[in-house]
């Protein structure tokens, strides 16, 4: 973590827990796939040119009237039902008044009292340890729109001339998924909120209800961290650090604010309970504004809504239509291919591998061959080229017929590669681009003991060493003749040659 920019004292994280009980409280928006907005048939798609997605409604022009999004109801309940929540037999939107530029109404139509789900719990697992994050509700609400920063050199407010202001994503759907204090999670509280934060993203894509894109905005946490002096029972006073959009932001800030206050509170200070703002370049929060109480907001009923009260069998209907949700499934496939916990781990720290990997054992690789080329060569080539995994260009189909020529002897690892960065190229499918560029493996076995001879021909101290009992000396000759093949030989063949030769 580097403070290069910020002027807070910060206290030891180590220090700060000795002194200190972390308490959590997650905050989470999960925007909608919904074709339309919450309130208006104006589209969500991404990426528009501004202000080309807005209509009356979602712009609080006078006399326009809103009406219910009926997926986004759905996808709430779904989302509720997969946190264990119990879903209302009847809730209602209330309008949370404040003004704020990207707020085109001056209010936000939420739901305040009567949320749709409530009382739901996570367990997560790590590294054996399981924590457990109290769900307080689960409720609809719109999106506001997005201030453009102008000017500066990394489009955030810092260094920024001015904004601008782009209407649409105002009126977005949108769940907010509130937990209740978090306790007990030791020295890896932003650890635990990490992975809450994956289990929500891998949970809602499941579901299939939002693409949690975090770059896009898609899932947004405001997290909230407070601390205790050691035995005491009295909550201290909490920071909010507003739309953090990264998993690892969410743990750098929450780790940011632990030594930030541990400094305050060390010094005979107050920490003040108000918004901050996670400033990615530097790494540090900075102070937004004083954190408004519930009241604060002057909540009241929406008159322009129906309540909304789903049917107890339209509930279980979609009760019963829930897909295996993430960590069950994880949990299953473990078992089934046999992984260790770190094999695992490295799968779940790569976004969507899981699914893909998967896909691949469904279409005939080994779980071991799949695992090895989405989380090293094909991950490898996503980062490189700034992309999810799952749109580098490449298939599972396509994967696990690379490894079944692997399996074959017809490639071997090194070519496969070359053959995968190929195809993630969009040069044509596996088979095409190894017909054309000659890179199946040599299986001449005359051509291969000619290339041995001469490579013990030309070292000949190298061959003494074998003929002497030295046989891991022989990785020097199978590195000349797989050069002198240019890598299309199979080194397992050419070894048994040397020492064939050599005997």
């Given at each position: 973590?580097?403070?290069?920019?910020?002027?807070?004292?910060?206290?030891?994280?180590?220090?700060?827990?000795?002194r200190?009980?972390?308490?959590?409280?997650?905050?989470?928006?999960?925007?909608?796939n919904?074709?339309?907005?919450?309130?208006?048939?104006?589209?969500?798609?991404?990426?528009?040119?501004?202000?080309?997605?807005t209509?009356p409604?979602?712009?609080?022009?006078p006399?326009?009237?809103?009406?219910?999004?009926k997926?986004?109801?759905?996808?709430?309940?779904?989302?509720?039902?997969?946190?264990?929540?119990?879903?209302?037999?009847?809730?209602?939107?209330?309008?949370?008044?404040?003004?704020?530029?990207?707020?085109?109404?001056?209010?936000?139509?939420?739901q305040?009292?009567?949320?749709?789900a409530?009382?739901?719990?996570?367990?997560?697992e790590?590294?054996?340890?399981?924590?457990?994050?109290?769900?307080?509700?689960?409720?609809?609400?719109?999106?506001?729109?997005?201030?453009v920063h102008?000017?500066?050199?990394?489009g955030?407010?810092?260094?920024?001339?001015?904004?601008?202001?782009?209407?649409?994503?105002?009126?977005?759907?949108?769940i907010?998924?509130?937990?209740?204090?978090?306790?007990?999670?030791?020295?890896?509280?932003?650890?635990?909120?990490?992975?809450?934060?994956?289990f929500?993203r891998?949970?809602?894509?499941?579901?299939?209800?939002?693409?949690?894109?975090?770059?896009?905005?898609?899932?947004?946490?405001?997290?909230?961290?407070?601390?205790?002096?050691?035995?005491?029972?009295?909550?201290?006073?909490?920071?909010?650090t507003?739309?953090?959009?990264?998993?690892?932001?969410?743990?750098?800030?929450?780790?940011?604010?632990?030594?930030?206050?541990?400094?305050?509170?060390?010094?005979?200070?107050?920490?003040?309970?108000?918004?901050?703002?996670w400033?990615?370049?530097?790494e540090?929060?900075?102070?937004?504004?004083?954190?408004?109480?519930?009241?604060?907001?002057?909540?009241?009923?929406?008159?322009?809504?129906?309540?909304?009260?789903p049917?107890?069998?339209?509930?279980?209907?979609?009760?019963?239509?829930?897909?295996?949700?993430?960590?069950?499934?994880?949990?299953?496939?473990?078992?089934?291919?046999?992984?260790?916990?770190?094999?695992?781990?490295?799968?779940?720290?790569?976004?969507?591998?899981?699914?893909?990997?998967?896909?691949?054992?469904?279409?005939?690789?080994?779980?071991?061959?799949?695992?090895?080329?989405?989380?090293?060569?094909?991950?490898?080539?996503?980062?490189?080229?700034?992309?999810?995994?799952?749109?580098?260009?490449?298939?599972?189909?396509?994967?696990?017929r690379?490894?079944r020529l692997?399996?074959?002897?017809?490639?071997?690892?090194?070519?496969?590669?070359?053959?995968?960065?190929?195809?993630?190229?969009?040069?044509?499918?596996p088979?095409?681009?190894?017909?054309?560029r000659?890179?199946?493996?040599?299986?001449?076995?005359?051509?291969?003991?000619?290339?041995?001879?001469?490579?013990?021909?030309?070292?000949?101290?190298?061959?003494?060493?074998?003929?002497?009992?030295?046989?891991?000396?022989?990785?020097?000759?199978?590195?000349?003749?797989?050069?002198?093949?240019?890598g299309?030989?199979?080194?397992?063949?050419?070894?048994e040659?040397?020492?064939?030769?050599?005997?």
């Amino acid at each position: 973590m580097s403070s290069e920019y910020s002027t807070d004292e910060l206290m030891d994280y180590d220090e700060v827990m000795r002194r200190f009980d972390v308490v959590l409280g997650l905050e989470v928006h999960v925007e909608l796939n919904t074709r339309s907005k919450m309130w208006c048939g104006c589209s969500t798609e991404f990426g528009a040119e501004p202000n080309t997605h807005t209509c009356p409604v979602c712009l609080g022009l006078p006399g326009s009237l809103p009406v219910v999004n009926k997926k986004a109801v759905e996808a709430a309940i779904r989302i509720g039902l997969s946190l264990g929540c119990s879903i209302a037999p009847w809730c209602r939107f209330a309008r949370k008044q404040y003004f704020y530029p990207d707020m085109p109404k001056n209010y936000q139509v939420s739901q305040y009292d009567e949320p749709i789900a409530f009382d739901g719990e996570v367990t997560l697992e790590l590294d054996g340890e399981r924590y457990v994050v109290p769900i307080e509700r689960a409720h609809m609400e719109e999106d506001a729109g997005k201030s453009v920063h102008m000017g500066g050199s990394t489009g955030r407010i810092q260094g920024s001339d001015y904004s601008l202001m782009d209407y649409n994503r105002a009126g977005v759907p949108l769940i907010e998924i509130v937990t209740k204090p978090i306790f007990g999670t030791g020295t890896r509280g932003p650890e635990v909120a990490r992975a809450y934060m994956a289990f929500l993203r891998d949970m809602v894509r499941a579901l299939g209800v939002s693409e949690a894109r975090m770059e896009q905005g898609n899932l947004r946490c405001d997290a909230n961290v407070s601390l205790m002096p050691k035995g005491s029972t009295q909550l201290g006073t909490r920071s909010e650090t507003k739309n953090v959009n990264s998993l690892r932001s969410v743990e750098a800030a929450l780790r940011y604010e632990i030594c930030r206050q541990g400094a305050v509170l060390a010094a005979g200070g107050r920490v003040k309970q108000e918004t901050r703002m996670w400033n990615e370049t530097g790494e540090f929060t900075t102070s937004g504004r004083s954190k408004e109480q519930a009241e604060d907001y002057r909540y009241l009923p929406e008159p322009d809504l129906v309540p909304v009260a789903p049917s107890r069998e339209w509930v279980e209907e979609l009760r019963a239509s829930l897909p295996e949700l993430p960590a069950a499934k994880a949990a299953r496939l473990r078992k089934e291919w046999g992984f260790s916990e770190l094999e695992m781990r490295d799968i779940h720290g790569s976004e969507g591998a899981l699914d893909l990997i998967e896909a691949t054992v469904a279409a005939g690789a080994d779980p071991a061959s799949a695992r090895k080329w989405w989380i090293t060569e094909l991950a490898r080539q996503a980062n490189e080229a700034g992309v999810p995994l799952a749109e580098v260009g490449v298939s599972a189909e396509q994967v696990a017929r690379v490894q079944r020529l692997v399996d074959a002897g017809s490639l071997n690892d090194r070519l496969a590669r070359t053959v995968l960065a190929a195809v993630a190229a969009g040069q044509g499918e596996p088979e095409v681009i190894i017909e054309r560029r000659g890179l199946a493996i040599v299986s001449d076995e005359g051509a291969l003991a000619a290339a041995v001879a001469a490579a013990i021909e030309a070292n000949p101290g190298v061959a003494e060493k074998i003929r002497g009992g030295k046989v891991q000396a022989a990785g020097a000759l199978i590195g000349a003749v797989m050069k002198q093949m240019h890598g299309k030989a199979d080194a397992a063949r050419v070894r048994e040659l040397v020492l064939e030769q050599l005997s």
